[in-house]
């Protein structure tokens, strides 16, 4: 008996993935801005948890083995995919980053938000019409070697953004947010 439910449980499966496949059009629009933003907050986690925070002198090249890299990736995506990929923050490193007022009601509204995993909505850009998908990131315990407290920090993140921001965040804090946006 359990052979053959399991035997239709696969079929089943199997025929949700084609269906999956075969819809096209939005969806798969969708499913690619949702894993675009998955890949790099995925990664800039990843790297964090990698990185060697032992060291007492973190160096120039260390500072940027993390979340520098993670923008050079998502150039690689938004060409890659045909995306535009944007991170927002109050608290920035990188000026280019500093959240618009719009983006800080975004901010605002994940921050006291919880349950609020993401957010679509459709933008206009030079005419025409774009879907944005926007997810907030979070502040990890291997985070806090570059974002923690201004007075622990990496001498060679000062020396690198001089207008820097993002320090004294917390486990738990909200860092920032990522919006993926694509063409309709
Ligand atoms: C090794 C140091 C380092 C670690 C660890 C690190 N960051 Fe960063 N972070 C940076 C630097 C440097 C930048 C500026 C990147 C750039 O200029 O592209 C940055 C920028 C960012 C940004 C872009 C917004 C802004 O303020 O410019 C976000 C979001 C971010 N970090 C989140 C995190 C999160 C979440 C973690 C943990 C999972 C983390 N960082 C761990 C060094 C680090």
């Given amino acids: 008996m359990h052979l053959v439910r399991l035997l239709l449980i696969a079929v089943v499966l199997a025929g949700m993935t084609s269906y ?81 007022a719009e983006e800080e009601a975004l901010l605002a509204k994940f921050d006291k938000d919880r349950k609020l995993k993401y957010q679509w909505d459709e933008v206009t850009i030079e005419g025409k019409a774009h879907l944005r998908y926007s997810r907030p990131i979070f502040i990890e315990k291997a985070c806090l070697a570059c974002h923690g407290a201004k007075d622990k920090l990496p001498p060679a993140i000062s020396k690198l953004y001089p207008e820097d921001k993002a320090y004294d965040f917390e486990v738990g804090d909200l860092r920032g947010m990522v919006q993926i946006t694509m063409e309709k």
């Fill in 20 to 100: 999956a496949l075969a819809d096209g059009g939005l969806d798969a629009k969708k499913r690619k801005m949702t894993g675009d933003a998955m890949e790099v907050i995925i990664m800039r986690s990843t790297l964090a948890k990698n990185f060697v925070g032992a060291q007492k002198e973190i160096s120039e090249s260390m500072v940027q083995s993390v979340c520098t890299a993670v923008s050079t990736e998502s150039e690689t995506i938004m060409k890659r995919d045909k995306v535009k990929i944007r991170y927002a923050a109050i608290k920035y490193r990188d000026p280019k980053n500093t959240a618009t």
